[in-house]
T-cell receptor
């Protein structure tokens, strides 16, 4: 049972480049989330989804877009990367919208 | 605005030296309070959910308790493998729009 799988694990981008982070879960969870974790800031919610075909903004959504075309996948896109988006990104999923289970993270550096 | 404050930021203990971590919260209608463990380079690992004041949960050397304003994570006779960052999070009533996290307590258990 893989749980929540994030791809890629590491990435270096140049300012202005675009990329997509993929999150896949095999637990049939309805809810999925993208967080970023920065030193001294804790985990902050970027976007979330309460079911297939739905998305909503979290605390820090600017500069990011998301899509949930399939229930098991939640994609996070950066259209034009900026150094301020250097962070560790975590995807999570939840059956009930309460306990969330996290992936291993994607470490992104924008230079 | 929901807020979670964890203290201390860091704690160094000797093996076998029991202690407690604090999580103070302000939230409009608590649906649940969550404790996670995070090892370096890994995603948060779910430990406990507490729903109402007076509730307690235990797992091995860890015990979580909840009051109307704060939660404690008690660590009894810790071992070096308990070293990690412990995160507290809350979910407010009315929606499934993700968790609000504290900044964590970095715990080091010395042999």
């Amino acid at each position: 049972n893989a749980g929540v799988t994030q791809t890629p694990k590491f990435r270096v981008l140049k300012t202005g480049q675009s990329m997509t982070l993929l999150c896949a879960q095999d637990m049939n969870h309805e809810y999925m989330y993208w967080y970023r974790q920065d030193p001294g800031m804790g985990l902050r919610l970027i976007h979330y989804s309460v079911g297939e075909g739905t998305t909503a903004k979290g605390e820090v959504p600017d500069g990011y877009n998301v899509s949930r075309l399939k229930k098991q996948n939640f994609l996070l896109g950066l259209e034009s990367a900026a150094p301020s988006q250097t962070s560790v990104y975590f995807c999570a999923s939840s059956l009930t919208g309460l306990e969330a289970f996290f992936g291993q993270g994607t470490r992104l550096t924008v230079v | 605005e929901d807020q979670v404050t964890q203290s201390p930021e860091a704690l160094r203990l000797q093996e076998g030296e029991s202690s407690s971590l604090n999580c103070s919260y302000t939230v409009s209608g608590l649906r649940g309070l969550f404790w996670y463990r995070q090892d370096p380079g890994k995603g948060p690992e779910f430990l406990f959910t507490l729903y109402s004041a007076g509730e307690e949960k235990e797992k091995e050397r860890l015990k979580a308790t909840l009051t109307k304003k704060e939660s404690f994570l008690h660590i009894t006779a810790p071992k070096p493998e308990d070293s990690a960052t412990y995160l507290c999070a809350v979910q407010a009533g009315g929606g499934a729009d993700g968790l609000t996290f504290g900044k964590g307590t970095h715990l080091i258990i010395q042999p």
